[in-house]
């Protein structure tokens, strides 16, 4: 049972800034340039904390995960963007 | 215990200590404990991943706890002792201690918990305090003094000091020498009834309380509404990826798999998203890629290009050797053949509602033969007579087949997909291709489902396990074939999905075009993840987890926990 969350960091380092954006590449589709949108179990929810917790300074660096509701549920059609539309792209099976 | 269970008597010796851990489980669920221990299922939830979050700083050794007749020349500097693994031959336990702390002579085991501290008046709960006694009944069988141990709830930052009285300690011996009874008996533990436990348990899923209990009371018997609790999500997240473009590509980049074609990225997929890996043909996949699919246990199927399906890469067995025992066993009891009426009778009757519910007036005789059929299989004496009943069904059923479908006129009607009779290997005609196909998809799903669940899934009980074919695979998805397979046939020929000419025809056999071969796939993809009501537990739920459903069910069936085989009918 997926939660739709927005996850948005503000890394203080570029060297650290790239590990967290490519953890997060694994969890979710990339919104704006700091910020995720990502649909995970409880259980992937840590597994992406156990990725990141080990990579950011405890300082310096936020990462911020902000649930929404649950996964395919009403709450995400009423977010607005102004300028470019915004698109989440759905998953399912692929075929190639 | 029955016949075939006197004949091959199960043998079960505990191993010499029993880990703390297991204590508290048992404590908390005698069937939890069971199916860990016993029957090595795991399953990480949120909960005990949390747990090793919380873990992470004291999971790794350091520190050394001293000796304990060193303890009393020890400078008066507190002594830290962080993941110590420690046993005793007394108690029979064994531990491996988060942090032990020593001061003044004394020890103090310290127990990380996630979450906040108990809102009851022992701020903890009996299966931790378990744990922690048992942990500080091996340091004193040890040599160390130990009057209390420590509980700490990592959310809530707090510590909770628990006494080691002789009252926790015989409470902790007697729940001891419950655990190995139930383990030497080989029986695995009744569900809770109706237990808040189970939504927070982590072997839920796997462990189905409530279906359980309704199965053993009112075999196959529809529940009430709301009676049963679905304490596993009703679909899937994760989803297939099929690659079928020959000559594409399929490699690993950080947390993604991606798809090549000619060196330009055509797919990339999450492996979080992602729950089995299909390659037909000439499709390559980079050792990197394997690896990382074996590492998430995400199996990669291999087949023909033309659909057989070929195999199946992953990783270890499950470590249910119990079960694979009594799937063994049961081909030479009366289970078998009781598992293969039933799977039959299934088949002919939802074949039977398929046949009524998709094709105009006409077929009422063929729908009466079909319920005698249903009838005769439920009460086959043996394989041999079940085998003809199914045949006579299936013949009936297939030659009535052509009356579902209504192809769309500007596509020439019905003479693109003339069908008579079922043929294969080769299909020769484009029903018959398209049969063929969506059986292997669905044989494929079940060879996954019955790994997962712990089967071996070329050992049936209905089809003979001959040239390699998966079996028990064949058998589960009988009654499946109308409902999945047959279904998606008439519905991508009546929705004009698939036309006649997206065929290719060599040497008198046909197979779907690449192009249509995709959408055909689509659409099985839809159906198994449609969500349908239960026809006896009466949530919502998809059909393939409706899949893995059965097979627990049959597992469980098989094990001793149930009277009879599952079913699975629409109404
Ligand atoms: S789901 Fe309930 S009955 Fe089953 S193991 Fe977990 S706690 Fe025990």
Known sequence: MRRLYIVMYDISHPKRLRKVFKIMRGFGDRIQLSVFRAELTPKERIQMMMKINPVIHHNEDQVLMIPIGPAGGEIEKEIEALGRPYEPCPHGAVVV | ?571
């Open chain 2, 1 to 571: 215990m029955n016949e075939a269970e006197s004949s091959f008597p199960v043998i079960l010796s505990l191993p010499d200590f029993i880990p703390a851990r297991m204590l508290n489980e048992f404590a908390y669920c005698p069937r939890l404990c069971y199916l860990e221990w016993a029957q090595q299922e795991w399953d990480d939830n949120e909960w005990t991943m949390d747990g090793n979050f919380q873990h992470r700083r004291v999971d790794r050794p350091s520190g050394d706890l001293p000796d304990a007749d060193e303890m009393e020349e020890q400078a008066p500097e507190a002594v830290h002792a962080r993941s110590v693994m420690l046993s005793a031959e007394g108690c029979g336990f064994i531990a491996k201690m988060d942090l032990i702390e020593a001061e003044a002579g004394a020890v103090l085991p310290v127990e990380y918990k996630r979450g906040s501290v108990p809102d009851n008046p022992e701020r903890s709960w009996e299966p931790e305090r378990v744990q922690l006694c048992a942990q500080a009944m091996i340091l004193r069988e040890n040599g160390y003094v130990c009057p209390t141990g420590v509980l700490y709830y990592a959310q809530s930052r707090q510590r909770v000091e628990i006494a080691i009285t002789d009252a926790l300690a015989a409470r902790t011996l007697e729940i001891a020498r419950e655990l190995r009874c139930v383990m030497q008996s080989g029986e695995t533990p009744r569900p809770l009834q109706d237990s808040p436990k189970c939504p927070g348990c982590s072997l839920a899923g796997i462990c189905l309380p409530d279906e359980i209990l309704h199965e053993a009371a009112h075999p196959n018997a529809e529940a009430e509404e709301d009676a049963i609790r679905r304490l596993y999500p009703a679909r899937d997240d994760a989803a297939p990826l099929y690659v079928q473009d020959q000559g594409a590509y399929v490699g690993k980049s950080n947390e993604e798999l991606v798809v090549k074609l000619k060196g330009t990225k055509v797919a990339d997929i999450r492996f979080i998203d992602l729950s089995h890996v299909c390659l037909y043909g000439n499709v390559q996949i980079s050792t990197q890629a394997i690896q990382e699919l074996l590492k998430r246990s995400i199996p990669l199927l291999y087949f023909s290009f033309g659909g057989w399906f070929n195999g199946i890469c992953g990783g270890m067995p499950h470590k249910n050797v119990e079960l694979r025992r009594r799937q063994y066993r049961a081909e030479y009891g009366k289970e078998s053949l009781e598992i293969a009426r039933v799977l039959v009778q299934n088949k002919i009757q939802n074949s039977r509602i398929l046949l009524r519910r998709n094709s105009a007036e006409g077929n009422e005789d063929a729908i009466e033969d079909l319920r005698r059929a249903e009838q005769q299989a439920g009460e086959a004496a043996n394989m041999e007579s079940l085998l003809g009943f199914e045949g006579n069904a299936a013949r009936i059923y297939f030659q009535h087949f052509s009356s579902m479908l209504k192809p769309k006129e500007s596509d020439g009607g019905l003479s693109g997909f003339d069908f008579t009779t079922r043929n294969r290997r080769p299909p020769r005609d484009p029903v018959n291709a398209m049969l063929s196909f969506a059986y292997s998809l669905l044989t494929k799903e079940f060879a996954i489902v019955l790994l997962r669940v712990g089967f071996d899934p070329f050992m049936g009980f209905y089809h003979q396990p001959r040239y390699g074919r998966p079996a028990l695979a064949l058998d589960m998805m009988e009654p499946f074939r109308p409902l999945i397979a047959d279904s998606v046939v008439i519905s991508v020929i009546n929705n004009g999905v698939i036309q006649s000419k997206d065929f290719v025809r060599s040497a008198g056999a046909f197979a779907l075009k690449p192009d249509a071969r995709k959408a055909f796939i689509m659409t099985y993809e839809r159906r198994m993840d449609s969500l349908i009501t239960h026809p006896i537990f009466n949530y919502r739920i998809s059909y393939r987890r409706v899949l893995e459903v059965q097979a627990r069910l049959l597992a469980r069936y098989l094990l001793g926990e149930l009277p009879t085989p599952p079913e699975f009918c629409t109404r």
